[in-house]
Structure formats: C-alpha cells, structure tokens
C-alpha cells in the first residue's frame, strides 16, 4: 500500500510538471515571457570565432596608447597587442573594424564586431548595452594644457572659467564629463582626435579634458604640454574591453585570458612597453 500511494503520488507530481510546462508555452508568448526550449543555448561568439578563425575587434585607431592607425592602415598600441595575443589563444586572425568614438556603440550593438578596443572607458551608459571585460586599467580625468599656463590651471574650477577654450573629441566620456561638469568654459568639439592637441600647442584652444594615461602619453610626444592634475584626477575611471551584453561565455574567456596574464607578467609587461 506504502508503494502504491508513493507512485499515485509522483504521477500527480509528474501531471502538474506537464501541466505547467503546457501553460507556460501556450501562455508564455501571450503574456510576452520567454519559455526556453529543452536543452536551448545562446550562441557564444567563442563558437563563430573557432569556425570563422576570425576575432572582428571595433576601434577607432585615434587614441594613443590604446589603438593607432599607422600610415600603412595597420594598428598598433597597448590594447592591439593584447587582442592580438587573445585571438592565438582562440587559434584567430585579428580584423579589425574601424569605427569612430561617436558611432562606437552603434557599430558594437549591430554585430559588426566581437568586441571594441581602444582605450574605452568603463561607463554606466555603454553597461545598458554592452558588457566589459574585467578592468585592465584604472585611470581617471585630467587636463592638458600648454606647459607655460600650468600655473593658470590648477584644478577643475580654475579651468571653468568664461575666459578659458576648453576642447574637446566628441561622442566619448572626454565630451560628456566636459558637458557635465563645465559651466562656464568655452567648450570648442574638434571632430579628428588625432589632430586635437595640435589645436593646443598652436594656442588656438587652452585645455583639454582626457584621460590622465592619453595626457602623459601626448606630453612625450608634445613636450610643450603638460598634464594637470595627474596625481588627483577629477574622476575616477577604469579602461576595460567591449563584449556582448549576453554572452557570458566569451567574457568568461576574456576575463580568464586578463586574469592569466595579470598573474603572469604578460600585462604587465605590455602595458610597460606602451605606458612608461
């Protein structure tokens, strides 16, 4: 009797297992809810990169020392060699798609790439759309400006000022956080980020708001600039990589790919060469 009421009571169990399965996909499209299928999976780009043996990467080429477009159309810099050595760990070629600060977003949320590079700050409004791998770099805002104004600019008040042409690249966090926190500055977007500290050196703006790495990089190669505020940025900030927002397999790669090489040396190393 004990065995009998036992299998009565699993095939009233197994009954309401199939009924609510039967519900849940008869009514689940009607009431807009997702009901997967037995056994379904998201396709991870991890798979289309071991069949197409291809790692698409979305940058800008503008952004030293992150990603730069050479004369010859090849890229170098801090982030390009890092997915270089990530795609032969994926047994990949790396192409690379070219895309500009304002359209990056776009271009990534299209599918035109697996993941962007280049010096992207970590940011609650591309998390909406995006994933990030794990931060490879804390950085922060600075400003640069003509060595001889250093005494001039001080910290983010003395620069908003009505008097002072701040400029700036557009569609990044470089013009956001200039639109947020500048009242008073003349705020000048100058649309070729490679050509926008000779605006500086030329006297023809006063400031530039960037990350404080991109400062002391454009002070060695302009020596007439200078980095204000370096040790005390006005902003806390973190560089990471661009992933698809849902697909945890391949930012688990990713991740574990940083993890690896921060322990090591790999990192450290590269971010030496391109950061010393």
């Not at 806390?236 to 090591?264: C, I, M, S, T």
Request: overall charge neutral.
């Amino acid at each position: 009797m004990l065995v009998s009421a036992r299998v009565r009571s699993f095939e009233r169990v197994g009954r309401a297992a199939s009924l609510a399965l039967m519900l849940g996909l008869v009514l689940g499209p009607v009431l807009g809810l997702f009901v997967p299928a037995a056994g379904a999976q998201t396709a991870s780009a991890l798979d289309r990169i071991a069949t197409a043996q291809v790692l698409r990467v979305c940058t800008t080429g503008d952004y030293r020392p992150f990603s730069y477009r050479e004369e010859d159309g090849s890229y170098s810099g801090l982030d390009i060699e890092v997915v270089g050595q990530i795609a032969q760990a994926l047994a990949a070629r790396v192409v690379f798609v070219p895309t500009t600060w304002p359209n990056l977003m776009r271009d990534f949320t299209a599918g035109q790439c697996d993941m962007a590079v280049g010096g992207v700050s970590v940011s609650l409004e591309r998390q909406k759309q995006a994933a990030f791998s794990e931060p490879y770099l804390v950085d922060g805002k600075s400003a640069i400006a003509r060595c001889a104004d250093l005494a001039r600019f001080t910290d983010l008040d003395s620069i908003d000022q009505s008097s002072v042409r701040v400029i700036e690249n557009p569609g990044g966090t470089n013009e956001r956080f200039a639109r947020a926190r500048l009242k008073r500055a003349q705020l000048r977007i100058h649309t070729d980020n490679l050509s926008v500290f000779d605006e500086l050196v030329a006297g023809r703006a006063d400031v530039m708001i960037t990350d404080t790495s991109e400062t002391l990089v454009q002070h060695k190669l302009h020596p007439e600039l200078c980095t204000v505020s370096a040790d005390h940025p006005f902003q806390y900030g973190e560089k990471a990589y661009l992933l698809p927002r849902d697909d945890l397999a391949f930012k688990a790669f990713v991740d574990q790919w940083l993890h690896l090489a921060r322990a090591n040396g790999t990192l450290a190393a590269i971010s030496n060469n391109w950061l010393k």
